[in-house]
């Protein structure tokens, strides 16, 4: 009789449990919707959180990790989506890994992740990104393939965006790549820097917003104008 009434509390309680379960995810499913509606990003990732410690979905981990990384909160969106890779990765979870470790200042690491993306679908802004980290990262030779690539398959509607400023501005991904093209022109040469200046005043020629390229060029210029200085001195 005693194993009898033990085995109805089992079964009672297990049935409480998943119907504790289930309501739990309805409710935050709603939830979710709601928050969605509302454009309540903090919500949406309490939403999220929720559902996922129910039941746990990589998808919705990817996501999360997302919203973290959009909100410029890139040590949680890394600690969501984890620094190792697997080949079974979502596209989305290698695009925000790449995204937190370049704004964390990862640049070895964020260009393992580019070039995985890379890797499974070549794509212009990708070999931008790509570009400008292996720049920053002394790789010469490996930013100049990915500016071929880039300026062969740039079309007038691709524009890139920049943040340096207080107000974002877009120019054309091209102008962006002559702008790389003209960095890594001078970092090679930089004995001959009219060389770089002619790639960046052709950004500048299609972009003349393009506050960046402006600030290379002056920073070129007044190298060259301070080195001109320099040897007219010792004549």
């Keep these: 009789m005693k194993q009898i009434i033990i085995a109805l509390t089992l079964i009672f309680t297990l049935g409480v449990s998943a119907q504790t379960k289930s309501d739990l ?5 709603a939830y979710y919707k709601e928050m969605k509606l509302q454009g309540d990003t903090q919500g949406i990732i ?10 746990p ?5 990817d996501t999360l990790a997302f919203l973290y990384a959009n909100g410029n909160q890139h040590m949680q969106a890394m600690r969501t989506i984890g620094i190792d890779t697997n080949d079974s990765d979502s596209d989305l979870a290698v695009q925000v890994r790449a995204m937190s470790l370049k704004a964390l200042g990862q640049t070895k690491r964020a260009i393992t992740q580019f070039e995985i993306l890379y890797k499974r679908t070549p794509n212009t802004f990708i070999a931008y990104e790509l570009a400008d980290l292996k720049i920053q990262s002394g790789d010469k030779e490996g930013a100049s393939s990915n500016i071929a690539y ?5 079309t007038p509607e691709m524009m890139y965006a920049f943040y340096e400023r207080q107000q974002p501005y877009e120019v054309p991904i091209k102008a962006a790549f002559l702008h790389l093209k003209g960095l890594v022109q001078y970092n090679t040469d930089q004995a001959n820097p009219d060389a770089a200046l002619a790639f960046i005043d052709e950004a500048l020629a299609m972009a003349p917003n393009f506050n960046l390229a402006g600030l290379s060029k002056q920073a070129i210029e007044a190298r060259k104008t301070q080195e001109t200085t320099t040897v007219e001195e010792k004549k």
């Design 57 to 61: 979905s990589s998808s919705r981990k």
């Design 25 to 29: 995810l309805k409710h935050y499913e």
């Design 46 to 55: 309490n939403a999220i959180t929720h559902l996922n410690v129910l039941e």
């Design 150 to 154: 880039g300026l062969a398959n740039a």
